[in-house]
Nanobody, 127 residues
Framework: QVQLVESGGGSVQAGGSLRLSCSASLYTYSWYSMGWFRQAPGKEREGVAGLDGVGRTRYADSVKGRFTISRDNTVNTLYLQMNSLKPEDTGMYYC?????????????????????WGQGTQVTVSS
């Protein structure tokens, strides 16, 4: 059974930092593109950052220069380093995995392409 488990969320003040982690129980973890999505109350889920099968990264314009996505295939873990947090970054953050053959760079922010999702971790940024 595939599981993605996020951790690292919390409450911080604007300007602060958080590091999210996503542990994956995927036997062939390195064969998957990975993504971070978030959903704020009353809003649709949106792609925040993604890593395709060859390691290219993609970021939403709203987080460029502040967030960094990375992965460690030796421990099947995905990370999202979030710096200079803003109140508008508040939301539930989800990690997702999809086969790299389907989730290409251009599709990293299309949630329907991802097969597996974590339960989410809450990030709250206060002003």
């Amino acid at each position: 059974q595939v599981q993605l488990v996020e951790s690292g969320g919390g409450s911080v003040q604007a300007g602060g930092s958080l590091r999210l982690s996503c542990s994956a129980s995927l036997y062939t973890y390195s064969w998957y593109s990975m993504g971070w999505f978030r959903q704020a109350p009353g809003k649709e889920r949106e792609g925040v950052a993604g890593l395709d099968g060859v390691g290219r990264t993609r970021y939403a314009d709203s987080v460029k220069g502040r967030f960094t996505i990375s992965r460690d295939n030796t421990v099947n873990t995905l990370y999202l380093q979030m710096n200079s947090l803003k109140p508008e970054d508040t939301g539930m953050y989800y990690c997702a995995a999809g086969p790299w053959s389907r989730v290409t760079y251009d599709r990293l922010f299309e949630s329907e392409n991802f097969d597996y999702w974590g339960q989410g971790t809450q990030v709250t940024v206060s002003s």
